[in-house]
């Protein structure tokens, strides 16, 4: 079941040329994973073991929240929470030793199953995405064609070129995700130049001037974390 969440058609990604792709890439896998543990995950043992384990970070928590399915996610935070009492407080030894009872209920919140499913699914696209680059002329130029690509998505590019390409490909495809990302980068320091411009009375800029520089401190935020900054 969890690998049908992952069938997705690289070049479809792609195709829209609007954005970073690995961001759609990431948001489609992210939709998924999040569907499918409030919902058929909840009769999945093997997966149920693991969410008791790892539990959710906040994005998710709130991601499975707007799904409305509440007694599914009460369902899952009540084995959570068993498990969750079991490994920081019912071990005995552990209550002797504060600093690793300490320790162990910092390790215990710090995994999220939905962003280990992601990146682990995400990376593995990756690598058919550079393997493709590396077979279809087609899709090269459709690469070649992107917009933007954020900055950590990037480096994920560019590690997963390393592993899968051979060196004399590794070089080419990484010039070009680097041209397109520095390309985006620019175009940000421009604005961000521009927008704090605005705030200056020596500048004698009016309403009128903003340019493309009105959002570009949101816009940076998504070029640096891959995710746009929370709204009021
Ligand atoms: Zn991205
Ligand atoms: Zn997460």
């Not at 961001?23 to 073991?49: F, Q, S």
């Not at 009375?201 to 640096?224: I, M, Q």
């Amino acid at each position: 079941m969890k690998h049908d969440i992952c069938s997705i058609p690289i070049s479809e990604v792609f195709e829209p040329k609007d954005g970073c792709p690995v961001c759609r890439l990431r948001d489609i896998l992210e939709k998924r994973m999040v569907e499918y543990i409030t919902g058929a995950a909840m009769m999945e043992p093997d997966v149920r073991i693991e969410t008791n384990k790892k539990g959710f970070c906040l994005h998710h928590y709130n991601r499975m929240l707007k799904q409305h399915k509440h007694l599914s996610v009460a369902l899952t935070m009540q084995s959570r929470l068993e498990e969750l009492d079991r490994q920081v407080f019912g071990n005995g030894l552990l209550a002797k030793d504060p600093a690793r009872q300490g320790k162990s209920a910092r390790q215990a919140l710090s995994t999220c199953f939905v962003c280990d499913e992601v990146n682990t699914n995400l990376e593995r696209m990756l690598q058919n995405t550079c393997h493709l680059w590396g077979r279809e002329r087609d899709f090269r130029q459709l690469f070649a064609e992107q917009p933007e690509l954020c900055l950590p998505h990037f480096a994920m590019l560019a590690e997963a070129a390393g592993k899968e390409l051979g060196k004399k490909e590794r070089a080419e495809f990484t010039k070009i995700a680097s041209d397109i990302c520095r390309r985006g980068l620019d175009a940000l320091r421009a604005d961000i130049d521009h927008f704090t411009r605005m705030y200056d009375y020596r500048s004698g800029k009016s309403a009128n001037d903003w340019g493309t520089a009105k959002d570009s401190p949101e816009r940076v935020v998504k070029f640096l974390t891959s995710r746009p900054p929370e709204k009021d």
